[in-house]
Every structure is written in structure tokens, then in C-alpha cells.
């Protein structure tokens, strides 16, 4: 179950960061969601706290920030958001990764919550630049970068290991100029 600070609340979600509380609620939407995820998600799924305590270890140094996108109502996790490969600098950009859950999509609540994240990022994450990375044949995830804002910029052959084999990925990006920010 979400908790009570949120970053960013809209109409029906909000963003929080994860924590390690998050286990239980995210493993039950792991398994349900197994066979969606697996073709498009690196990794494997989390079944183990030693697997979420892997996963959220990545998000101890600077690099990396985990979120989750709850219902305001509920606190229920409808979603997860990671701002991956933060470079600072001159770029102050980074890569995004993201999941719903088989149970929560189709509802418009990532369309929502990644809105959130991607104000979040060019506000109090002072970032300026996000990129996302999706296979050619994941029609709802490039739906979902569409309709946030993202511009297709290229595509990138055998760009990541998932399920088994290497992977074509379509390059989407998004600046903050691009959302009034």
C-alpha cells in the first residue's frame, strides 16, 4: 500500500519513491502480471525479498530513483516508474523505465502518473532531458510514451538482452522545453 507522502498528486494517482516496505504488495503484481512483463522487462520478476532487496539496491547511490504510481484513493499500486542512468552536467537527462500491472491497465492511471513523473523530473529533479527505450512491438507502451508527450528520435537495433534474446528498441525522448517546464 502507497503511503501518505506523495511528490505529485493528479485527479486519481499519485507518485511516491518505493521502499522496501513495497515487497509484498509488488510481488502478488509480479505474479499476476508474469507473462505481460516477461517479453518486455529486463530481469527477472520479483518473487523473493532477496530479489526486491537486489532490485532496490540499485537506488542507494545517485544514478538511479525508483518510484511507484498509487491511487489517491486507495494507496494501491497501479504502477512503477524508474529514472534510470541520471547524468548530470551539461546533459541533466535520463532514461526511464516503466511497468503497469495486469490487474491495473487499461484505466489511464500510467498515462496519469507518468505525467506526474515527467513534471516531477524536470521540476524537483532539476533533470532537463528523459529517454525511453521500447521494442517496436509493445503497442501499449509506445501508446502510453505518445500520449505523455515523447517524440520518437530513432531506433536502435539489438539494444537490450530481454527474454532470451537481444532486442530492437525504439529511442523516445521528451525535454523540458517540449512540456512548458
Known amino acids: 500500500m502507497c503511503g501518505v507522502i506523495h511528490l505529485a498528486e493528479g485527479p486519481r494517482v499519485a507518485i511516491r519513491y518505493i521502499s522496501l516496505r513495497d515487497f509484498e504488495e509488488l510481488a502478488a503484481l509480479h505474479e499476476e502480471s508474469a507473462q505481460l512483463l516477461a517479453r518486455w522487462m529486463p ?37 512503477r516508474v524508474n529514472v ?25 492511471y500510467m498515462t496519469e502518473g507518468l505525467g506526474l513523473l515527467v513534471e516531477h523530473a524536470f521540476g524537483e529533479m532539476g533533470l532537463h532531458r528523459l ?23 530513432g531506433y536502435s537495433p539489438n ?19 517540449m512540456t512548458g517546464a
Open 43 to 79: 530481469g527477472g520478476p520479483i518473487v523473493t525479498y532477496a530479489d526486491f532487496e537486489r532490485y532496490m539496491s540499485r537506488f542507494d547511490g545517485p544514478l538511479n530513483e525508483g518510484f511507484l504510481i498509487c491511487l489517491r484513493d486507495t494507496g494501491a499500486i497501479v504502477g
Open 84 to 108: 534510470n542512468n541520471i547524468i548530470r552536467g551539461t546533459h541533466q537527462s535520463a532514461m526511464i523505465g516503466y511497468s503497469a500491472y495486469a490487474s491495473t491497465t487499461g484505466r489511464g
Open 131 to 153: 529517454e525511453a527505450n521500447i521494442q517496436p512491438d509493445n503497442t501499449p507502451s509506445l501508446s502510453l510514451i505518445k500520449r505523455v508527450g515523447f517524440l520518437r528520435e
Open 159 to 177: 539494444f537490450q538482452f530481454i527474454d532470451g534474446a537481444w532486442r530492437d528498441h525504439e529511442r523516445w525522448a521528451i525535454t523540458a522545453e
